[in-house]
């Protein structure tokens, strides 16, 4: 007999949009309210990402197969559990694409979700018990555990993860304890009740460790042919449209049709409607993945918990090691930037590149926004969720919509892949703005802007402090200190500049004229920068060195600076 059922129990972290309160909330609490509510609100915004593509397979699962009225769309025949029987045959491939586009602009039309969401849900009701002997979820049963097991070489006991392995807020290793971790870790390999988990942390961070597992633990099913996988997630610079609430980003982020060959109409196929032992079997054996439902709940790890576990004491699970699913442009992954391999074993190819710490999500528009053929000095391929934008204008003309970018940051160290930190930012656009790519258009004149003013602090700026350690004799990594510190003093100044001014561009405006306020309120910060640099420069920077027999002091790095800007703003 299952427990804790994760359609009817309060899990899912949210803001209340009237409220300003923070509130668990179930599944189907969610779906027939999601207007309510302003965004999902859990520990940490890698963990929302991670729930948030659960939900977006629900959306995902249930629209690929009926309109809003619970019609089935054309081509789609469905059984009595509203599992789709077979994919849509190419007869009515083009009348199933327009069907599932019109379910979309109706659902931004509207402000709740039809109750065909809450029908498959309670039709789906056992496959979401957290505590299960058959179908937990996001896990393997006992029977299915054995199984792998007896796969292992050696047949290895599974791996056993605590509390503190699962809440990422505040990440440790066994031997380096956090002291304010919120969930404590063991004492001498043996649990304590300080490692207790209520069911709904409990879900929402087996979750994010589905997504964001990192590589510590050791037992493995994968063979020497195969990659592990440190969690999908993990890779990824992660990007989503963010709406006003919680409805309109499920809309927003909800694709309707995978515009590829050979992929409209296929069955998706999200992890709870499939066995513990098929996800397994299938990730093992490499079969690719061709829905989005199913790459939004990959597993990393075959987990298992007693399903007899007492919630009152602390929290162990148990897990193996999985394979890892494809990492080039092959993959569907709609939500990630790209970069281009020009060596290594994926030379040649892109795969998923993740967001820095040290960069603002802007300093990234290129990637983000501009189309491969258009880009004449690197080499990137879009977001494919940037697609979306061309379904907003249609159904909305112009709006201002939230671009969030979401990373894990990792320790660095191949072997482990510890979750240190998360990255997360965000600007807004005009979708009216972001869809103008016409040859002069405002993508690529705000790239253009973007790489002009990183290049204007990155490089022309960056000299000016090289200059000024030259002359001090600061050397090495002093040097890399002084400059990248000044470097990030520049890049803080004018980070929420920029975006306010994204955000205040409008498709009618004038592009010379919105460019050129840009250039110069960056030319008075830099100027401005330099100027306290030089006056408060000392009698060894007015003496200067020698340098090619002249005189190489502050006044004529300063002088020589102020060319160079007024010269490129």
């Not at 056992?126 to 996001?138: A, G």
């Not at 939004?296 to 999985?322: C, F, H, M, Q």
């Not at 520049?490 to 409008?506: G, M, P, R």
């Amino acid at each position: 007999m299952g427990r804790y059922n994760l359609v009817e129990e309060p899990w899912i972290s949210v803001l209340d949009y009237e409220k300003k309160e923070k509130k668990d909330v179930s599944l189907l609490d969610l779906f027939d309210n999601a207007e309510k509510y302003r965004c999902l609100a859990g520990e940490m915004e890698t963990q929302n990402f991670a729930v948030m593509r659960m939900l977006l397979a629900i959306v995902q699962t249930v629209f690929s197969r009926f309109d809003l009225y619970g019609d089935c769309l054309p081509g789609v025949k469905v059984d009595e559990r509203y599992v789709q029987i077979e994919q849509v045959d190419v007869t009515n491939r083009t009348k199933y694409a327009e069907a599932a586009e019109d379910t979309w602009f109706e659902m931004y039309a509207g402000n709740t979700f039809p109750a065909i969401v809450s029908e498959y849900l309670q039709c789906w009701k056992d496959r979401f018990f957290l505590f299960d002997d058959e179908y937990p979820f996001y896990q393997v049963n006992k029977v299915e555990m054995d199984d792998i097991i007896s796969k292992i070489p050696k047949k290895s006991q599974p791996a056993k993860i605590y509390g503190k392995n699962l809440n990422r807020t505040i990440s440790e290793s066994e031997n380096k304890k956090a002291l304010f971790s919120p969930v404590a870790g063991t004492e001498h390999g043996k649990r304590t009740t300080k490692d207790l988990m209520s069911c709904a942390e409990l879900s929402r961070w087996l979750l994010t460790f589905q997504g964001y597992s990192g590589l510590a633990d050791k037992v493995s099913l994968v063979t020497k042919d195969q990659t592990t996988s440190k969690g999908w997630l993990f890779d990824l610079g992660g990007i989503y449209l963010k709406g006003n609430n919680l409805y309109e980003t499920l809309i927003l982020n909800y694709i309707p049709v995978i515009f590829r060959e050979g992929l409209i109409g296929r069955i998706q196929r999200p992890c709870w409607e499939m066995s513990g032992s098929l996800v397994v079997n299938k990730l093992c054996n490499g079969a690719p993945i061709d829905n989005f439902s199913e790459l939004y709940t990959n597993w990393s790890r075959a987990v298992y918990i007693d399903a007899g576990s007492d919630t009152n004491k602390p929290v162990e699970i148990n897990v193996v090691k999985l394979p890892d699913i494809v990492h080039t442009e092959d993959s569907i992954e709609p939500m990630t930037i790209w970069r281009y391999n020009d060596s290594g074993p994926n030379k040649g190819r892109y795969t998923p590149r993740k967001h820095k710490a040290e960069q603002s999500l802007w300093r990234s528009f290129g990637a983000i926004a501009m189309p491969s053929a258009l880009l004449s000095t690197e080499k990137y391929l879009r977001p494919r969720i940037f697609d979306q934008y061309e379904l907003l204008v249609q159904a909305d003309g112009s709006r201002w919509t939230d671009l969030v970018g979401v990373s894990m940051a990792d320790d660095g160290n191949a072997t482990s892949w510890l979750p240190v930190d998360e990255v997360c930012d965000s600007f807004q656009i005009n979708d009216g703005v972001l869809v103008d790519e016409t040859d002069g258009g405002w993508v690529i004149r705000i790239n253009d802007t973007v790489e002009i003013t990183k290049e204007a602090v990155s490089s022309t700026y960056r000299k000016f402090l090289k200059g000024i350690c030259d002359i001090r004799n600061i050397k090495d990594k002093a040097a890399d200190g002084f400059i990248n510190e000044g470097l990030a003093e520049v890049y803080d100044e004018i980070d929420i500049d920029f975006k306010s001014w994204l955000a205040s561009i409008e498709p009618n405006d004038s592009k010379d004229q919105k460019i050129m306020n840009w250039k110069k309120h960056l030319k008075g910060v830099l100027l401005n920068r330099a100027e306290t640099l030089f006056e408060n420069g000392s009698g060894r920077d007015m003496t200067g060195v020698i340098k090619d027999d002249r005189v190489d002091n502050i006044v004529t790095q300063y002088l020589r600076f102020v060319h160079l800007i007024n010269k490129k703003l």
